[in-house]
């Protein structure tokens, strides 16, 4: 069965319906309109561009397992699967891929949720305060007195 | 980068360090990854975070690990902890007063693990782990626990899945009928050689119907035959044979 989607732009795509159930947002939709839909699903917080980029994702990944939704203390050490097909992908400019982190959460497309933020922690990885702003283009606006309260936080850095 | 539900899936790849670095980047960035950082606390005397900064985000501790008791324990904020392991020497009962006021100021507790060689006798402690409403797994490594505190363990054990109680001098109360079943539990390990006798370890098995997996530890060497019917007779109750973990 074919699914229907509308990104906020106005570009309609189909796609298989077990590709788009990837999405949970979708998948739930289907759901309460079980009836065949006439009108392409709107997605209004999704471009064209980047819904493209999701579903391409969704279509190499329709097969596989899904993650539970536990929240895992110990998950920050286990190294979570990537394969080649995922290297490539995450090769886009860092524009393109927080696009992408965007899309991917208000689709609830969980393990391109996830392949995402990993980027974006590999990005800001040992980094300094004062490169993670220059880089993003951040204004550090805590008052005097917050920026003493902070200070012990440098503490941890020694860990 | 400024949704809470994405800042807490990339503070999950970050290493401490990172995270405090982020912390430090502006406001929003600092309520994002402040509530990662102080979720998980390790309270030593050699690498303990300053003080200050975990007593004022006591409120984000989600995993509290106390190998000292030279820490002034912040209960009033502290509220959200579903993990608490308490490693130490013990000589002063006001401290066993201070931690089971913070069992008490915890609901969502899941899980307790204690290991104490100290001087006094963790009751009050104890009493306050058996009214944990939400409490599931319970490990107990202790010697020298008296009878009292053996039935507030098995007061708690009444909601457990999970109950480890080991260390040789262990007390039993002197029969199990105060408690008629231990519906929950999933999992029992015991040590084999202790004050608690064979046939009351073997009432406590024979009373957990759920019963997954069960271990006995043997800590001496030689001397103890175990009742190989009685078990038998135990796994027959079992609609499926449970997992022997290390039985001797």
């Known amino acids: 069965m074919k699914v229907t989607l509308e990104s906020s732009d106005g570009q309609v795509f189909t796609v298989d319906k077990e590709v788009a159930e990837l999405s949970v947002i979708i998948k739930e939709m289907l759901v309460i309109e079980q009836a065949n839909q006439d009108h392409p699903i709107p997605l209004l917080n999704v471009g064209a561009v980047e819904l493209a980029k999701v579903i391409e994702y969704c279509e190499h990944h329709r097969n596989d397992p899904t993650i539970d939704d536990d929240e895992d203390y110990d998950s920050r050490k286990k190294p979570i699967e990537m394969d080649d097909w995922d290297k490539q992908f995450t090769i886009v400019n860092k524009e393109m891929m927080f696009e992408l982190i965007l899309a991917a959460n208000s689709m609830q497309v969980k393990p391109l949720l996830h392949l995402g933020c990993r980027y974006a922690a590999d990005i800001v990885k ?15 606006d805590f008052t005097p007195e917050e920026q003493d309260k902070i200070e012990w936080e440098k503490q941890w850095t020694k860990l | ?47 303990q975070p300053a ?78 782990v058996s009214t944990c409403p939400g409490l599931r797994n319970l490990q107990v490594h202790m010697h020298d626990l008296d009878e009292t505190c053996m039935a507030f363990i098995l007061d708690s054990a009444v909601h457990l899945e999970y109950l480890l109680i080991s260390g ?81």
């Open chain 1, 126 to 140: 040992r980094m300094s305060p004062t490169e993670i702003r220059d880089l993003f283009q951040i204004d550090d």
């Open chain 2, 1 to 47: 980068m400024d949704l809470p539900e994405i800042t807490a899936a990339v503070a999950s790849f970050l290493s401490l360090s990172d995270l405090a670095a982020a912390a430090r980047v502006c406001r929003s960035w600092n309520a994002s990854f402040i509530p990662t950082l102080f979720s998980v606390i390790h309270l030593q005397s050699f690498t």
């Open chain 2, 51 to 128: 003080s200050e900064g975990v007593t004022s985000h006591a409120d984000h501790i989600k995993r509290l690990h106390i190998m000292t008791d030279e820490f002034e324990i912040f209960v009033e904020k502290c509220t959200k902890l579903e993990y608490l392991f308490i490693e130490l020497y013990c000589r002063d009962p006001d401290i066993w007063h201070q931690y089971s006021t913070l069992v008490q100021h915890n609901p969502k507790l899941k899980t307790i693990e204690i290991r104490d060689n100290g001087e006094t006798l963790p009751t009050v402690f104890l009493e306050a």
């Open chain 2, 168 to 248: 040789l001098g262990n007390t039993p109360p002197k029969s199990l009928d105060k408690w008629p079943c231990f519906p929950t539990m999933k999992k029992l390990e015991m040590e084999f050689d202790t004050k608690f006798p064979i046939q009351l370890q073997l009432e406590m098995f024979r009373k957990c119907p759920k019963l997954r997996a069960m271990t006995w530890r043997v800590s001496a060497a030689g001397g103890i035959s175990i009742p190989v019917s009685d078990l038998f007779g135990i796994i027959d109750g079992y609609g499926s044979v449970p997992d022997f973990g290390q039985l001797c």
